[in-house]
């Protein structure tokens, strides 16, 4: 049943939640690094991926993923051509990870992703993984996010830890 609106009727609005700006956070831009989509949330664990993946199939792209060591995961300031100095849209400089193995082309089961996440890891156990995702009919990539971070990474930190006093 549709909901109809005269002249005269009024619809009674939800009052507002009231904003507790203790509870409002800046982002401390030193020693605070992260990654793309989610990187500001715990690690992921294998059942949140699979969901991400069910998302990804589901609209129909394609998951991949990349990996890199430490000293080239983060993007950087030094030794690199700058454009207008970086702050233009989609320029990455450092961006680009090492593909692991081809692009996942007709991936329909999380469980296939969570296997190759393994095999990297296990390979290349000091890097970080990242699963990115692609369409195929844009050809663009539209998600990427953290799917793996080193045991000995000491860069993710609480939300109380990473604001300022």
Known sequence: MALRLTAGSRVAAKAPVAAKPAKFMVWQPVNNKFF?????????????????????????????????????AYMSNTNVVRIQNGATANYYDNRYWTLWKLPMFGCTDPSQVLKEIAACVKACPDA???????????????????????????????????QLA
């Open 36 to 72: 793309e989509t989610f990187s500001y949330l715990p690690p992921l664990n294998d059942e949140q991926i699979a969901r991400q993946v069910d998302y990804i199939v589901n609209n129909g792209w394609t998951p991949c993923l990349e990996f890199s060591d430490s000293q080239t």
């Open 128 to 162: 970080y993984v990242r699963m990115a995702a692609f369409d195929a009919n844009r050809q663009v990539q539209v998600a990427s996010m953290l799917v793996h971070r080193p045991a000995s990474a000491k860069d993710w930190r609480t939300p109380e830890k990473r």
